[in-house]
């Protein structure tokens, strides 16, 4: 006895020890499935490429304490008039309903959580009239310092009368009495507006002011020309010194918090705003849109595209919420949030829903919440779906209830076996794993109905004489071999994913292994012990379980499937050069599919109008993100639509800031970068942040302006110490764009472009690089720059993706074809028949692959594996068509007789089992998910293309092989006519065989 016959044996004896081993296992393994958890987060599909890794140190080192570990929300208003005074006012009151609300206000980040148009308008209106009181406060204290100055020269012009003795001492003090109340009484009106500790600091300024003009007026009075003093200039300078501290540095708190970022109080901004005339709110609008002031480029980039700056007319208008995650969390969009992020989020929708403006609102959450929905939901559409179909053609294979119940239960447990894998593996459950179900279901039912139905056949052929026991043992012997051999091609189709950068895309290659090894073991042991078990108890209670093999016997189901043969006898070079000229065109296809990885393909459409009709727990959720998406990318920046060069070294090197300067002026050329409202590129690096903080603080200005010596607005001495100025005047700003050490070194700087959303990850990776290659270009070993950000990190997942279709492919080709080659010589047919057996599914990879180009469907995380999914499951096909041919040649001696059994017989089962495998992956195309839909119509074609090829192009090439490679054989053409014997044996020649081979050579 051979080993596949001992292990059919002892499974088909000792069926009870393999019930109880297996259900106890099943139940051990099934424990894990409480344990999966679920990760809808794009961001898992990124690789360890360099650019990724550049973006992790991005966003470990360019943050504060304050925007670490943060997610945005954008929240955009739609109206006829949403620059309005009324809308404004009506958005800083949702402002504060949100603040209201603990559960929302407790996500947000301490300061400037929400920052929008509303809010830059109320704050410019603000400091506006603070800045007017403050002016009028500085000038009173000047005008102060000014009367000083004149007082102190009457007084020195009364010490030199009394020295001369133009006047005597009485008058000398009298004046000197009235002189000093004058000087008290001018202190006094200047500081009326001041603190205590302000006055103070402006009695000292009027002392030194005092001193400094009575040495001056010593010098002019003892030179006709003091002016060209060095001591009266010396003088004169520390006196513009002493004026500034007895104005600006008296004011120096009040200045500091008008030029600082943090927002007043929401009631104040309410109250600025409704205080405004309308002729005083149109004209703090337009100043505040006008574009024409570094510090309005944010007010601006809160703007559509469409908007005209300096107009008071707008239809959109978005504001930034900054909300603190509770873990660590990836920039963009496609960054992990947790479950309470989600839900404030949805939260703040809703109270945007209920206000009487239209709100858009747009985040992580929001998005997260739909691609899980939407899982939930096409798992709920598509597994009843999928089931039904399965039970409808099992109805129509197996005409047996129990058959049907046995095969169901099967499906059950396999999917037990296998997500309590996932479970105890720790593995999460992303959108790749809802085709899982669906994958599993069809290649149960593959195994299921190759055994039950040589089951069948056994039974059919041998009869009431025979026992259940020893026809289930005869079927494993006989297909037992194609289940393993089968097994073991499909599980190298999904493992050869193990060589992809995409981590999961080598979980799903791992887990639709052990799923496939599940079917075997539950199909191959677990089942046909329990329907022996099954059987035997209603046969013995006089019920008669024998049944026809679908497929089997004359009818049209058999006249159907003999079209292959037919054809083989026929012209089977007809057939092979038939198939070669559509293998070249797949071919050319092939080379034309593109590949896409972009958030839209996880979003879900709005669902269908039949999708209503549905019973209430299937009926799907409303979808609106995917709407909102496109309006964002129509109208606004998006915040993960930004690249970003990230320059390592020396970065206080002022060759650095020239090579960012030119830098800026090629992102600004770029076909792809986004263009603000005023027509500008949005770059934000080291010297835009530079010239923004000089263009509201004085002293950094002249620190600014003292280092560009050469006069091209770029700093060329001192950038360190100019680098140390900017962090401690704005250090929020200054740590988006430079990172330095805690020994004070600045290691690296970055600049921030923003790109088109409808750019493609190509071409903005293309020119982003360019731009990084010029800022390093002659650097040395001083500084390097590489080019990353979400859109360029997916570009390289994109990549990956290809590599991926083309290595699987190739790995999955190999490994197949060297298995099979082994595998047949080693069971004593010849090695060529493994190449044969694998040449119909290569012509297949080549016809889905075309299909893809033809019907414009791209390659993405889900459609990326269905060359190793297309030999995975196409070799099945053929194992079984060419296992079973080798079989029936060997035991009936004829061509044309092995060939019409193995394809009414086994093409039979293999109808079957197409039938439902493209059933229920065709129900994915009812999923909610675009790259389910478009996953599941590629796989079914996929099977079906399998499927014509194993039943209508094998056998030409079987025929081919066995004419001039094949054993010795008969080509008489009467055996095409012969009825279909099944092998009642599992393929073993028996003396009845031997016989009838005898007779047909009288």
Do not use: C
Request: charged residues 20%; proline residues 3%; aromatic residues 8%.
């Amino acid at each position: 006895m051979s080993l596949p016959e001992r292990l059919a044996d002892a499974i088909a004896t000792h069926t009870r020890i393999v019930l109880v081993v297996l259900l106890l296992s099943t139940a051990v393994v099934g424990a894990g499935m409480p344990r999966v958890d679920d990760d809808s987060s794009l961001s898992q599909f990124e690789s360890d490429s360099p650019e990724a890794k550049a973006l992790e140190r991005i966003d470990g080192d360019f943050t504060s304490d304050q925007r670490e570990n943060t997610t945005s929300v954008q929240l955009i208003v739609r109206g006829d008039d949403v620059l309005s005074k009324d809308s404004m006012i009506s958005s800083l009151e949702f402002q504060q309903e949100l603040r209201a609300n603990e559960s929302i206000n407790s996500t947000f980040v301490e300061n400037q959580s929400i920052t929008g148009v509303e809010n830059i308008v109320a704050v410019t209106a603000i400091r506006s009239e603070q800045s007017a009181e403050l002016n009028e406060t500085r000038s009173q204290l000047q005008d102060g310092l000014n009367r000083s100055i004149g007082l102190q020269r009457q007084y020195e012009q009364l010490n030199e009368s009394y020295e001369n003795g133009a006047i005597n001492q009485t008058a000398y003090q009298t004046r000197s009495a009235q002189l000093e109340a004058q000087f008290d009484a001018v202190v006094e009106n200047a500081t009326a507006d001041v603190s205590g500790n302000q006055t103070e600091r402006y009695e000292s300024a009027v002392a030194q002011a005092r001193t400094i003009e009575s040495q001056r007026y010593q010098i002019r009075a003892q030179t006709d020309a003091p002016s060209e003093n060095d001591e009266y200039q010396n003088l004169s300078s520390q006196l513009e010194g002493v004026y500034r501290a007895g104005t600006y540095g008296v004011l120096e708190e009040e200045y500091a918090a008008l030029q600082g970022s943090e927002q007043p109080p929401l009631e104040e901004q309410i109250d600025a705003l409704e205080d405004l005339d309308e002729r005083e709110y149109e004209r703090t609008l337009t100043r505040t849109l006008s574009g024409n002031e570094s510090e309005d480029n944010f007010a601006i980039a809160l703007m559509p595209t469409s908007y005209e700056p300096g107009s008071t007319q707008a239809d959109a208008r978005m504001t930034y919420l900054t909300q603190r995650t509770d873990t660590e969390t990836t920039s963009g969009m496609a960054g992990a949030v947790s479950d309470r992020i989600i839900e404030s989020q949805l939260q703040i929708r809703d109270l945007a829903d209920a206000r009487d403006q239209e709100y858009l609102v747009f985040g992580g959450g929001v998005i997260t919440d739909e691609i899980e929905r939407s899982m939930g939901d096409s798992l709920a559409i598509v597994g009843p779906l999928a089931l039904l179909f399965v039970v409808i053609a099992l109805v129509v294979a197996y005409r047996d209830l129990l058959d049907i119940v046995l095969g169901i239960v099967g499906i059950v447990a396999v999917l037990v076996w296998t997500f309590g894998f996932m479970g105890w593996a720790g593995i999460a459950f992303n959108q790749m794993f809802v085709a899982v179900p669906v994958l599993l279901i069809g290649l149960s039912i593959d195994y299921a109905i190759h055994v039950f139905m040589r089951h069948r056949e056994q039974r059919e052929e041998v009869g009431s004489t025979d026992s259940v026991r020893g026809s289930m043992s005869i079927a494993l012997a006989g297909v037992g071999v194609a289940l393993v051999w089968v097994t073991a091609t499909t599980v190298i189709g999904f493992l050869s994913n193990l060589v992809s950068p995409i981590g999961p895309i080598r979980e799903f290659g791992i887990v639709s292994s052990v799923g496939i090894v599940a079917a075997l073991v539950v199909f191959g042991a677990l089942i046909p012990a329990a329907k022996i078990e099954v059987d035997e108890f209603l046969e013995a209670h006089g019920f008669d379980r024998r049944k026809r093999a679908f497929g089997t016997g004359e009818g049209r189901f058999s006249d159907a499937l003999a079209v292959g043969s037919v054809a083989a006898r026929k012209a089977p070079v007809v057939v092979l050069i038939g198939a070669l000229v559509l293998t070249a065109g797949g071919v050319y296809g092939a080379t034309q599919v593109d590949t896409s990885f972009e958030q839209e393909d996880f979003i879900a459409d709005s669902p269908p109008d039949w999708t209503d009709n549905l019973p209430g727990s299937l009926q799907p959720g409303e979808y609106q993100a995917k709407n909102d998406l496109d309006y964002v990318n129509d109208h606004f920046q998006r915040e993960d639509s930004q690249a970003q060069i990230l320059v390592e070294g020396t970065v206080s090197d002022p060759a650095v800031l020239e090579r960012i300067d030119a830098a800026r002026s090629e992102a600004a050329d770029s076909d792809t970068a986004y263009e603000l409202a005023t027509g500008e590129a949005d770059v934000q690096d080291p010297l835009s942040t530079m010239e923004s903080v000089a263009g509201r603080n004085e002293s950094f200005e002249e620190s600014f302006e003292a280092a560009d010596t050469d006069g091209d607005d770029v700093p060329d001495e001192n950038v360190s110490a100019l680098y140390d100025q900017l962090f401690e005047i704005d250090e929020e700003a200054a740590s988006q764009v430079l990172h330095r050490t805690d020994d004070g070194e600045y290691q690296s700087a970055r600049l921030v472009i923003a790109v088109q959303p409808s750019a493609s990850s190509g071409d903005t990776t293309s020119e982003m690089r360019d731009i990084a290659g010029s800022i390093e270009a002659d650097s040395g070993d001083r500084w390097s720059a590489i080019a990353t950000g979400d859109p360029i990190v997916s570009y390289i997942v994109e990549q990956d993706l290809l590599d991926t279709v083309i290595e699987s492919l190739l790995i999955t080709l190999v490994a197949v074809f060297v298995f099979l080659t082994v595998a047949y010589r080693l069971t004593g047919s010849s090695a060529t028949l493994g190449v044969v057996t694998l040449l119909p599914v290569a012509f297949s990879v080549s016809w889905i692959l075309g299909t893809m180009f033809v019907i414009g469907m791209p390659f993405n995380i889900l459609t990326g594996m269905i060359t190793s999914l297309t030999i995975g499951l196409g070799v099945a096909y053929s194992i079984h068509v060419s296992d079973r041919y080798s079989l029936e040649l060997e035991r009936q001696g004829n061509v044309w007789s092995a060939l019409r059994t193995t394809v009414t017989g086994t093409g039979g089962a293999l109808l079957g089992s197409a039938a439902t495998t493209v059933g229920g992956f065709g129900t994915l195309a009812f999923a909610i998910l675009p790259a389910l839909q478009q996953f599941g119509i590629i796989t079914a074609l996929t099977i079906t293309y399998a499927f014509l090829a194993s039943v209508v192009v094998l056998p030409a090439l079987l025929v081919l092989w066995t004419r001039y490679l094949g054993p010795d054989v008969s080509f008489d053409p009467s055996g095409a006519r012969r009825p279909t014997p099944a092998a009642s044996d599992g393929g073993r020649r028996t003396a009845a065989d031997d016989r009838s081979a005898e007779g047909d050579e009288r």
